[in-house]
Nanobody, 119 residues
Framework: QVQLVESGGGLVQPGGSLRLSCVASGFIFSNYAMSWYRQAPGKERELVARISSNGGSTNFADPVKGRFTISRDNSKNVMYLQMNSLKPEDTAVYYC????????????WGKGTLVTVSS
C-alpha cells in the first residue's frame, strides 16, 4: 500500500539546522510532484516547498525562502527538506505530500514529523 514516512524532526535551537526525509513506497515516486507542508498549533496547514517530479523545478513559501532547500532522489524514492537558520516560528508538524495530476488529481500524505525550534 501507499506509504509516506517522514523522519528527522526534533528539538533544535534558533539558528540551528535540521534535515527532514520522506521515504515513499507503493506508488511510482518519479511520476509525482512532492511537497512539504507544515501545520503550527492553532493554524492551518500551509505549503512550505514543492519539487517537480523530475526535480527540475522547486518553489518555496516566502517565509522559508533562502533558508530551506528541497530535493529528491528518485532512485531511492526519497525527498528531503534541508532547513537552516531555523526560527521559533518554524515550529510545526511537517508533512510530506505526493501529488499527481491537476486540481482533481491524486494526493497522498504522510503522518508528519514534529519540528520544535526553541532555546
Amino acid at each position: 500500500q501507499v506509504q509516506l514516512v517522514e523522519s528527522g524532526g526534533g528539538l533544535v535551537q534558533p539558528g540551528g539546522s535540521l534535515r527532514l526525509s520522506c521515504v515513499a513506497s507503493g506508488f511510482i515516486f518519479s511520476n509525482y510532484a512532492m511537497s512539504w507542508y507544515r501545520q503550527a498549533p492553532g493554524k492551518e496547514r500551509e505549503l512550505v516547498a514543492r519539487i517537480s517530479s523530475n526535480g527540475g523545478s522547486t518553489n518555496f513559501a516566502d517565509p522559508v525562502k533562502g533558508r530551506f532547500t528541497i530535493s529528491r532522489d528518485n532512485s531511492k524514492n526519497v525527498m528531503y527538506l534541508q532547513m537552516n537558520s531555523l526560527k521559533p516560528e518554524d515550529t510545526a508538524v511537517y508533512y510530506c505530500n505526493a501529488h499527481y495530476g491537476g486540481s482533481y488529481g491524486i494526493d497522498y500524505w504522510g503522518k508528519g514529523t514534529l519540528v520544535t525550534v526553541s532555546s
